[in-house]
């Protein structure tokens, strides 16, 4: 890979970062293009580098927002087992 193609692949994986992070603080109506972009330190104006659209990014962005909750409701019943282990899984979902 070359050097361009691999900081582009980085500022995409920013973006899509940015975005999920977005989701999960702000949700679907806090996340737009200008607040993913300056989280992941682009201007607008390098969107349509990286996306077709805001619903392509959005695709992106939910699965690694939704992967990072599943891993947080891991780790945050590794230590617990059964019931026990749901409750704080339900917790901290809700």
């Known amino acids: 890979m ?12 920013s973006i899509v970062r940015s975005a999920a ?6 949700g679907l109506q806090g996340m737009s293009v200008e607040r993913a972009m300056t989280g992941a330190g682009l201007t ?3 969107f349509y580098a990286h996306f077709e659209s ?3 990014l959005l695709e992106h962005a939910f699965a690694i927002a939704l992967g990072d ?7 945050s019943s590794a230590d617990k087992h059964g ?3 749901l409750a704080n899984a339900a917790t901290l979902y809700l």
């Open 83 to 85: 019931e026990a282990a």
């Open 69 to 75: 909750v599943e891993q947080l409701l891991r780790d």
């Open 54 to 56: 805001k619903t392509d």
């Open 44 to 46: 607008v104006g390098a």
């Open 2 to 13: 070359s050097q361009r193609s691999s900081q582009k692949a980085e500022s995409r994986a």
């Open 21 to 26: 992070k977005l989701l999960r603080e702000r």
